[in-house]
C-alpha cells in the first residue's frame, strides 16, 4: 500500500468524502471486472460494484491497515455477491423451471460451436460449481491471487482453499469435455 | 483418460497448472510428467479449460461505464451524508413555497398537469365511487385514504421470507393488513407513502417496494412525481432506475429532461441522460446542446455531447441545423 492510498485512508476516515471517491476511483476497475466475474449478468454486476462500494463507505472506520486495502474491498464484493447471489437465487424460484431435454445435449456433441456458444458453455459449467468453489476459480484463475489471499478474503485455511480449487477445476474440465477440441 | 491416474495426482496435476507447488515438489512432478503421457495429457486438458474460462469471462470496463458508476456512487454517498444530518421534520412550507415560485417552461407546466391528470385518476382521493374492499383485512384503504385517517402507516416488514408486504395501519382502529406488490390496495398504500410521508425512509422503502411490481401507467406516474418533486436524492435515484426499466413515453422523456436541466444531483442528472441517450428524440436535442456545453460535471458534458452527434445522425436530420 503506498502512502498516497494510506493517506486517502486516514482522510476517507476522518470524514473527507471527496478521498473516498479517490480511493474508489483507483480502485473500482478491478472491482467491476470481480463483481462482473462473480455476477451472471452486466447489471448485476454493476449492482455488485455499488452495494461493495456503498458498504466500503459505511465500514472504512472498521479497516485497520493490516491487509491491503484490495484485499479488503476484494472481501467486501465477495461477501456482498453470496448474499446478493442468494437474495436472486429466492426471486428465482417463483419462476417457472425451464424443462431439460436431453435431446439438446445430443444435438451439442455434434454441433460446431461458436465464440459465444463456448462462453455460454463456460458460464454454464462455472454455475454448476458450489459457491465458494466458484469463488475460489475465480479469485485463483481469473483474478490472479495468491492461495494466502484467497484464504484471507474468504476467511478460510489454506488447505481449504486448495481443496476447493482441486475440486472446482476437476469439475469444470469435466463439463467443459466437448469444448476441448474446438 | 484420468481413470488411470489418482485422485491424489489429479491434484497434483492442478496444483502444478495453478502453479502453486514448492519448487522441490515441481521438480519431483516434472520429472514423473516426463515418462506419463496420460498425465501430460490431463495436464493439457486442465490448461485449455483455464484458456476456455479466461476468455469466457474476460471483461473490460469502459471508462465511460466506470465513470457513470463513479457518479451513482457519489449521489449514494451523498443521500447517506444528509441522512445522518437530515433534520427530524423537513421544512414543507418552504419547500412547497420554493416549488411553486420556480419558473417553470411551458413544457414543465404541461408535464405536471399530465401527472397531476394521470395521478387523479388512479390515486384514491379520485375514487370516491370505487368500493374496492380489502379481502383480507375487510377494510376499505380508498375509504381510509379519503377519511384521511391514514396518518401513521407502518410498513412492519417487506420482501423477507413470504414475499408479502405488511402494513400497520393506525387509524380508528388499528389494523394489520398484508398483500403482494402487485395488489391493487397495496401498491395505493405505496404510492399514498412515496407521495405523502414526510419520513425519507418510508418514502425511499415504499419506493425500493415499487421497483419490483408490475410495470403501469399510474406508477410511471407516481414515480415521476417523486423524481421531480421528493426532496430526497435517494428517493428521486430510486425513482429514475426503476423509471429507466419502463417503456419510454412522453412523460418520462419530459421528466428526464427536467431532471437533466435542474437536478442539483449529479448522479440523478446522469440517470436522466442515460434514459434521454437510450431514446432519442427531437425535443432532446436543444436541451443536450445546453447540457454539453453548461454542466458543471466534465463527464456529463462529454457524454451529452456524445449522445447528441448521434442524435443529430438518427433523428430526423433536415431539422436540425449542424453548427
Known sequence: MTDEIKQLIKNAQSGDSKAFHRLVALHDERIMVLSYQLMKNEQDAEDLYQESFVKAYKSLHTFRMESSFYTWLYRITVNTAINMKHKLARMQLQEPIKDYNPLDSLAASSHNYNSREITQAVKNAADTLPEKQRTVFILKYLQKMKIREIAVIMDIGDGTVKKYLFRAMEKMRNELKEYRYV | ?323
Open chain 2, 1 to 323: 483418460m484420468s481413470k488411470t491416474i489418482s485422485r491424489n495426482l489429479q491434484d497434483k496435476a492442478i496444483a502444478y497448472v495453478a502453479d502453486i507447488m514448492s519448487d522441490q515438489k515441481r521438480m519431483d512432478f516434472e520429472l514423473e510428467l516426463k515418462t506419463n503421457d496420460e498425465l501430460k495429457a490431463l495436464i493439457n486438458e486442465y490448461k485449455t479449460t483455464l484458456n476456455l474460462s479466461t476468455e469466457a469471462f474476460s471483461f473490460s470496463p469502459s471508462e465511460e461505464q466506470l465513470q457513470s458508476q463513479r457518479l451513482l456512487l457519489k449521489g449514494r454517498i451523498q443521500q447517506l451524508e444528509s441522512e445522518n444530518f437530515r433534520s427530524p421534520l423537513p421544512n414543507l412550507g418552504s419547500r412547497i413555497k420554493d416549488f411553486l415560485t420556480a419558473p417553470q417552461p411551458a413544457w414543465a407546466v404541461i408535464t405536471y398537469m399530465v401527472i397531476a391528470v394521470l395521478i387523479s385518476r388512479t390515486l384514491p382521493l379520485t375514487s370516491f365511487d370505487q368500493k374496492l374492499p380489502f379481502h383480507e383485512s375487510g377494510i376499505n384503504v380508498v375509504d381510509l385514504m379519503r377519511a384521511n385517517e391514514l396518518k401513521n402507516i407502518k410498513l412492519t416488514s417487506n420482501l423477507n421470507g413470504d414475499s408479502r408486504i405488511h402494513f400497520a395501519l393506525e387509524t380508528g382502529k388499528n389494523y394489520d393488513i398484508s398483500g403482494g406488490v402487485n395488489d391493487s390496495d397495496i401498491q395505493q398504500l405505496l404510492f399514498y407513502l412515496l407521495l405523502n410521508d414526510e419520513n425519507p425512509g418510508k418514502r425511499l422503502k415504499a419506493v425500493r417496494l415499487l421497483k419490483e411490481s408490475a410495470h403501469q401507467l399510474d406508477a410511471q406516474a407516481v414515480l415521476v412525481s417523486a423524481l421531480l418533486t421528493d426532496t430526497n436524492p435517494g428517493v428521486r435515484l430510486r425513482s429514475i432506475e426503476i423509471l429507466k426499466n419502463y417503456e419510454s413515453s412522453d412523460l418520462i422523456i419530459d421528466a428526464c429532461i427536467k431532471t437533466l436541466l435542474e437536478d442539483e444531483n449529479e448522479a440523478l442528472r446522469q440517470k436522466a441522460l442515460e434514459i434521454i441517450s437510450d431514446n432519442p428524440v427531437e425535443k432532446s436535442l436543444p436541451v443536450l446542446q445546453i447540457v454539453s456545453v453548461m454542466d458543471d460535471n466534465e463527464f456529463i458534458r462529454t457524454q451529452a455531447a456524445r449522445t447528441l452527434k448521434t442524435f443529430k445522425e438518427e433523428v430526423n436530420p433536415e431539422k436540425v441545423e449542424v453548427k
